[in-house]
C-alpha cells in the first residue's frame, strides 16, 4: 500500500480552514476532582468554537449526552453546530488517541493516519482501549485509513503545513515509545505519513507533564516561518533551563527552505496547582479555531501578558482566554482534548 507522501497526503497547519473539531466530554473525578469546574470550562470551549466549526462530540451514554446539552446550553453553545457520539471512552485527551488527518490538496481529499496510543509509555493501562477510537470514529467517516504501526500522540507533533515539524526528543526518543526504532526510523515514519520534511528536535517539556514532553506545552508554530515558544525567565523555577534550551535550539534552527523561523517568547504561568501537586499548565496549550483561538488561563498574573502575546500573533482572528484551572488536574488543556478536522 502506498504511504500518504506518495499518495499526496500530507498534514495541513492547525490555521487552515477546519470542517470540525474532535472532542470527548469529560466525566472521571480521578482525573478532574473538582469535574464541575472541568465541565464548564469544557462547555465554555465547546461554546466559542461551536460558532463557526461543526463539533463532533463523544459521550458514554444517553445519561450523559442529555448533561452535556444542559450545560452547553446553559454556556449558550450553538447546539444545531454539536454533533453527539455515544461511544464508550476513558479520557479525554482526544488528540493523543485520535487519528491525525491528512489532506490531499491537489485532488481535495481527506484521509486518516492511526498511530498507536500506548497511554503515554504504558504508564495508565486503564486508559489504553482508547488506542481503539479512531476506528470506531471511522465507521462514521468511511476515509482511507493510513496504519502507521508506529506509536505516536497528535500532542507530541507540531506542523507548519509546510514540512516543518517540531517534537522533543523526551519523547519521541523515550524508549517507552518505540524502543526499536532508530530516530532515523521515526523521522522516516513522520516524512511518509505527514509529510515531515523537515524535523526540529528540541529537548524536552515541562515540569509535571506526564507525557513525556510534549510538543503543545512548550513550542507552537503561528505562521509557517514564526513560532512561539514557551519561556521561564525565573532562573529558581524547574523549567528554566529546559525552555531556554529549547528557545536556543529554535533560534538557530531553520524552515524546510533553509529559512530562519522568527521566535516570539510566550510567557508561562508559572507554578499553577495545589500544594502537593505542580500542574502542567501552559499557555502554549491553546486551540487555534476558524475565526479564534482559544486560550488556557489560570487566574495568574501572566493571563493577561500571554493573551497579548497571543493575541499579535493572530492579527486575523479574536483571542479568547478560558479558565481551564480545573482541567489541568487532568494535565492538559484546549489543544491536548481537542483534534481538528480540516476541511478539503
Same mark, same amino acid.
Given at each position: ?13 492547525e ?6 473539531v ?10 478532574f ?12 470551549f ?5 460558532e ?6 463523544l ?11 444542559r450545560?452547553l446550553?446553559q ?18 485527551w482526544?488528540?493523543?488517541y485520535?487519528?491525525?488527518?491528512v ?6 481529499k481527506?484521509?486518516?493516519?492511526k ?8 504508564k ?10 479512531p476506528?470506531?470514529?471511522?465507521k ?9 504501526g ?10 507548519n503545513g ?5 517534537t ?5 526518543l523515550n ?7 532508530s ?6 515514519t ?7 520534511t523537515?524535523?526540529i ?8 507533564d ?5 510538543i503543545d506545552d ?5 505562521s ?5 515558544c514557551?519561556?521561564?525567565?525565573d ?6 533551563q ?10 538557530s534552527?531553520?524552515?524546510? !527552505?533553509? =529559512?530562519?523561523l $522568527? %521566535?516570539i517568547?510566550?510567557?508561562? #504561568? &508559572?507554578r499553577?496547582g495545589p500544594?502537593e501537586?505542580r500542574?502542567p499548565?501552559s499557555?502554549?496549550?491553546f486551540?487555534i479555531?476558524?475565526s479564534?483561538?482559544?486560550?488556557p488561563?489560570f487566574?495568574?498574573?501572566? !493571563?493577561? =501578558?500571554a493573551? $497579548? %502575546?497571543?493575541r499579535?500573533?493572530? #492579527? &486575523?482572528?479574536?483571542?479568547?482566554g478560558?479558565?481551564a484551572?480545573?482541567?489541568a ?8 482534548m481537542s ?6
Amino acid at each position: 500500500m502506498l504511504t500518504p507522501l506518495e499518495s499526496g497526503f500530507a498534514m495541513p497547519a492547525e490555521w487552515e480552514t477546519h470542517e470540525a473539531v474532535w472532542l470527548a466530554w469529560p466525566y472521571d473525578r480521578d482525573s478532574f476532582p473538582n469535574l464541575e469546574g472541568a465541565e464548564n470550562a469544557f462547555s465554555r470551549f465547546v461554546a466559542e468554537v461551536s460558532e463557526d466549526e461543526r463539533v463532533e462530540l463523544l459521550v458514554t451514554d444517553e445519561l450523559m449526552e442529555g448533561k452535556a446539552k444542559r450545560l452547553l446550553e446553559q454556556n449558550a453553545a450553538n447546539l444545531e453546530a454539536v454533533n453527539f457520539h455515544i461511544l464508550k471512552y476513558a479520557d479525554i485527551w482526544f488528540r493523543d488517541y485520535g487519528p491525525i488527518f491528512v489532506v490531499n490538496r491537489e485532488h481535495k481529499k481527506l484521509a486518516m493516519t492511526k498511530w498507536i496510543f500506548n497511554a503515554w509509555g504504558n504508564k495508565y493501562k486503564e486508559l489504553l482501549p482508547d488506542n481503539e477510537i479512531p476506528y470506531a470514529m471511522n465507521k462514521l467517516l468511511k476515509l482511507p485509513q493510513f496504519e502507521t504501526g508506529m506509536v505516536l500522540e497528535g500532542g507530541s507533533i507540531e506542523v507548519n503545513g509546510k514540512g516543518t515539524l517540531l517534537t522533543t526528543r523526551q519523547c519521541l526518543l523515550n524508549p517507552n515509545r518505540n524502543p526499536a526504532l532508530s530516530k532515523s526510523n521515526i523521522e522516516n515514519t513522520l516524512r511518509d505519513y505527514l509529510g515531515a520534511t523537515n524535523i526540529i528536535w528540541l529537548k524536552s517539556g515541562i515540569e509535571g507533564d506526564d507525557t513525556d514532553g510534549h510538543i503543545d506545552d512548550i513550542a507552537r508554530f503561528v505562521s509557517p516561518s514564526t513560532v512561539l515558544c514557551a519561556y521561564q525567565d525565573d532562573k529558581s523555577d524547574p523549567d528554566y533551563q529546559a525552555l531556554r534550551e529549547n528557545l536556543e535550539i529554535l533560534n538557530s534552527a531553520t524552515d524546510q !527552505d533553509g =529559512r530562519k523561523l $522568527e %521566535v516570539i517568547r510566550l510567557p508561562v #504561568p &508559572g507554578r499553577v496547582g495545589p500544594p502537593e501537586k505542580r500542574l502542567p499548565a501552559s499557555y502554549a496549550n491553546f486551540y487555534i479555531g476558524n475565526s479564534k483561538v482559544l486560550v488556557p488561563t489560570f487566574s495568574v498574573k501572566n !493571563d493577561e =501578558r500571554a493573551i $497579548e %502575546v497571543i493575541r499579535s500573533a493572530f #492579527p &486575523g482572528r479574536k483571542v479568547v482566554g478560558i479558565n481551564a484551572y480545573f482541567l489541568a488536574f487532568g494535565c492538559g488543556t484546549f489543544h491536548c482534548m481537542s483534534q481538528q478536522q480540516p476541511a478539503v
